[in-house]
Structures are given as C-alpha cells and as structure tokens.
C-alpha cells in the first residue's frame, strides 16, 4: 500500500512540477509584397511538433523546427503565393528530460493577381 501511494505521489509531482513557456509575435507578410495587387483567398491556420532532449541547461534537438515546412503546406492548402496578416505562437511542455515544442501560426492566404515572371520583378507579357 506504502508503494502504490508512493507511486501515486510521484506521478501527481511530475505533473504538477512540469515546466510551460509560451511566446508569440506578429509579422505583416512571409515575403516583401512591395507595391503588388493581391486577392485575399481566405484564412489559414496550422501546427506543428518537434521534440528535444534537455537536461539541465544542455539541450538536443531531435529535429529542426518545422517551420518552412508548415508555411508550405498552409501555402499549398490554399494554393497562394503568400501569407499576410501573421499571428504565431509556441509553447513546450517539459516532462522530465524530454521536451515537446509546438509552433502555431494563423494568417490570410493571398494570390498575387500580376505575377512576376523572375527574380528581377519583371511583368509576364499577357
């Protein structure tokens, strides 16, 4: 009875001690928009996880942070040409040694109605 109460103990303690951090940002565009005309398609949200070992002030990253990767899928899910109005966010979540951190980004999706034909920002003939 003394260890399954001793168990139970711990277990709570875990949870209780857990570490939480947040931060968050705004941003107006994921690339410069200049003087281009766009159409709004709509609002856009995502997340995503990734995981690092840390122990005392030494962390390790099991990954890189995805955040190119769900920028490109919000981009796909609309099939826009940017993000506008961007509001993101991460947290973690410590559970001994292992750490879980989680990016949150909400923004409007927008398609460029002249497109560009290269990298020196010169008008396609239409």
């Known amino acids: ?51 690092t070992i840390d122990a005392a002030i030494i962390g390790i990253p099991l990954s890189e942070p995805p955040i190119d990767k769900l920028i490109s899928e919000m981009l796909f899910d609309k099939n826009a040409d940017a993000l506008i109005n961007i509001r993101f966010w991460t ?14 980004i909400n923004a409007e999706a927008i398609k460029f109605e002249d497109q560009l034909n290269d990298q020196s920002g010169k008008k396609r003939n239409k």
């Open 91 to 104: 947290d973690k979540y410590i559970l001994l040694f292992l750490t879980v951190n989680r990016l949150h």
């Open 1 to 51: 009875m003394k260890l399954l109460k001793l168990i139970f103990i711990l277990f709570f303690s875990l949870i209780l001690l857990d570490c939480a951090t947040s931060s968050a940002g705004l941003a107006t565009s994921n690339i410069p928009l200049a003087d281009r005309k766009y159409k709004v398609l709509g609002p856009v949200e995502g997340h995503k996880n990734w995981k």
